[in-house]
T-cell receptor, first 113, second 108 residues
Framework: KAGVTQTPRYLIKTRGQQVTLSCSPISGHRSVSWYQQTPGQGLQFLFEYFSETQRNKGNFPGRFSGRQFSNSRSEMNVSTLELGDSALYLC????????????FGPGTRLTVT | GQNIDQPTEMTATEGAIVQINCTYQTSGFNGLFWYQQHAGEAPTFLSYNVLDGLEEKGRFSSFLSRSKGYSYLLLKELQMKDSASYLCAALNDYKLSFGAGTTVTVRA
């Protein structure tokens, strides 16, 4: 069974731009969660989608948004990028809602200059 | 909210045992996870505890005490490949809150 895939793997953007990251969960998994990982803050929960609906949201500003499609693929968008948004963005999938045995993708490394 | 504490670094020799402690304070609690993350890679699931007690899985064991808000991950017969960051995460209302991670270095 193929694992969680994320595209792109690396991205460089400038301040003020927007970015869209993509995540394809493991086949049959319906829940996708997004995390931001930085050296200073560690892994922080962004949001979770299940059956195309956002079920949970972390403490991030409205510039961070996401969506899920009917095939469970998910995208997250960050608008008006700031230098502090430079991070590794990880998505994780699981069969059902909730953060049980989550399977993480390799992440997208975003650098904002 | 959640407050999850774990040591920043630990060093041990090959073949030894290391115990990584994790304390948490959370307004609601549905379980405790441990993940392993090698440098430059994604976290991988190690264990999940929801009831008090010890869960053993090969060389790795995880313990939970809900009343004390305490968990530990025990790594036995350490191997060089166990050098990694170990993340403790508390589940609350379907949200996972992670600790900062403990970097374990295994020396020959």
């Amino acid at each position: 069974k193929a694992g969680v895939t994320q595209t792109p793997r690396y991205l460089i953007k400038t301040r003020g731009q927007q970015v869209t990251l993509s995540c394809s969960p493991i086949s049959g998994h319906r829940s996708v969660s997004w995390y931001q990982q930085t050296p200073g803050q560690g892994l922080q929960f962004l949001f979770e989608y299940f059956s195309e609906t956002q079920r949970n949201k972390g403490n991030f500003p409205g510039r961070f948004s996401g969506r899920q499609f009917s095939n469970s693929r998910s995208e997250m968008n960050v608008s008006t990028l700031e230098l502090g948004d430079s991070a590794l963005y990880l998505c994780a999938s699981t069969f059902r809602q909730g953060a049980y045995e989550q399977y993480f993708g390799p992440g997208t490394r975003l650098t904002v200059t | 909210g959640q407050n999850i504490d774990q040591p920043t670094e630990m060093t041990a020799t090959e073949g030894a045992i290391v115990q990584i402690n994790c304390t948490y304070q959370t307004s609601g609690f549905n379980g405790l996870f441990w993940y392993q993350q090698h440098a430059g890679e994604a976290p991988t699931f190690l264990s999940y505890n929801v009831l008090d007690g010890l869960e053993e899985k090969g060389r790795f064991s995880s313990f939970l005490s809900r009343s004390k808000g305490y968990s530990y991950l025990l790594l036995k017969e350490l191997q060089m490949k166990d050098s990694a960051s170990y993340l403790c995460a508390a589940l609350n209302d379907y949200k996972l809150s992670f600790g900062a991670g403990t970097t374990v270095t295994v020396r020959a």
